[in-house]
């Protein structure tokens, strides 16, 4: 009879499934954020340019 060994089939070294969930989610959160702060920073550069516009029209 073959004498059974604890977890032969993962390696030693792996990371658990849960914590590379966890670091997905992060990495995931902050490209979320990232990107929403490319947008604003969208935004405000095209409301400054409609500011402008609006003043070069009014003078």
Same mark, same amino acid.
């Given at each position: 009879?073959? *004498? *059974?060994?604890?977890?032969?089939?993962?390696? +030693?070294?792996?990371?658990?499934?849960?914590?590379?969930?966890? +670091?997905? *989610?992060?990495? +995931?959160?902050?490209?979320?954020? &990232?990107?929403? *702060?490319?947008?604003? !920073?969208?935004? &405000? +550069?095209? !409301?400054?340019d409609? &500011? !402008?516009?609006?003043? !070069?029209?009014?003078?």
């Amino acid at each position: 009879m073959r *004498k *059974k060994c604890p977890m032969r089939h993962q390696k +030693e070294s792996s990371i658990a499934p849960m914590q590379q969930h966890r +670091e997905a *989610k992060g990495i +995931e959160k902050q490209l979320q954020l &990232d990107t929403r *702060k490319q947008a604003v !920073k969208r935004w &405000d +550069e095209a !409301k400054a340019d409609q &500011d !402008k516009r609006k003043a !070069k029209r009014a003078s």
